[in-house]
């Protein structure tokens, strides 16, 4: 059985093969994107294959590239808990998947966290002291959370249009 049939059996199998081609290691990670974590070093194409078959792999790449981080988040937010020090790009691309990614963010920025609410008014809850701005956006996004306990009570005579 050569190289390309076991992976493609199963992705995992590339743990058994030594230096393997640019070719096996692509179909290794197509068939299970965390077989990620037995290649050495992937290349840039292999970081992306692994991750647009599940975003979650990301957690297997040492140093994984910007575009791989992007693809990620792209497909699945919350994989941004898994990169080190991600860029303010990779964290509104998380927050824009999925709102509630923010809390894996550590003091996400003004611009992360409006993402996030704009993504979903109810992100609010994984942003501690949000400010007005990021409250009103909140609002409109999601006008039910009028009574929420992160929404100031003083927006009420502010911005009456929210309790009518």
Known sequence: MTDLEKVKENGYNIKHIKNPTLEVQL???KR???SVDYIKNPHLEVQLEAVKQN???IDYIK???LEAQLEA???YGRS???IKNPTLEVQIEAVKQNGSSIDHIKNPPLEVQLEAVKQNGSSIDHIKNPTLEVQLEALRQSPELKDHEKINPKLKQTHPEFWF
């Open 63 to 65: 140093n994984p590239t």
């Open 73 to 75: 988040v792209k497909k």
């Open 55 to 57: 975003g979650y792999s």
């Open 32 to 34: 299970n994107g965390l």
């Open 80 to 82: 941004i808990g898994y």
């Open 27 to 29: 179909e290794a990670v």
